[in-house]
Nanobody, 123 residues
């Protein structure tokens, strides 16, 4: 069973930065497509960014230029550097992984999920 564990969330003022980390238990982590999703209170879970096993990345429009996703396959780690944070970025952030792919912008494509880490941005 693949286990994912997020860390690094917290409370930050608008304009500040946070870096989220996701540790994976799977030795074949390098073959996973990994992504970050987030869910704000009362809203559906939404795609934030993806890092393919080939190093390619993609982001939702609202975070482009502010967030950077990266991965270290040797350490089995996924990261999300978040800069210029806004109150609307407040959510629980989840990392997710899949071997298979499909619609990688949809949560339905991902088989493995962490428990999430809370990010709160104050105005």
């Amino acid at each position: 069973q693949v286990q994912l564990a997020e860390s690094g969330g917290g409370l930050v003022q608008a304009g500040g930065s946070l870096t989220l980390s996701c540790a994976a238990s799977e030795r074949s982590f390098s073959n996973f497509i990994m992504a970050w999703f987030r869910q704000a209170p009362g809203k559906e879970r939404e795609f934030v960014g993806v890092a393919g096993y080939n190093g390619l990345t993609g982001y939702t429009d609202s975070v482009k230029g502010r967030f950077t996703i990266s991965r270290d396959n040797a350490k089995k780690m996924l990261y999300l550097q978040m800069n210029s944070l806004k109150p609307e970025d407040t959510a629980v952030y989840y990392c997710a992984g899949t071997y298979v792919g499909g619609d990688i912008y949809s949560s339905a494509a991902y088989d493995y999920w962490g428990r999430g880490t809370q990010v709160t941005v104050s105005s």
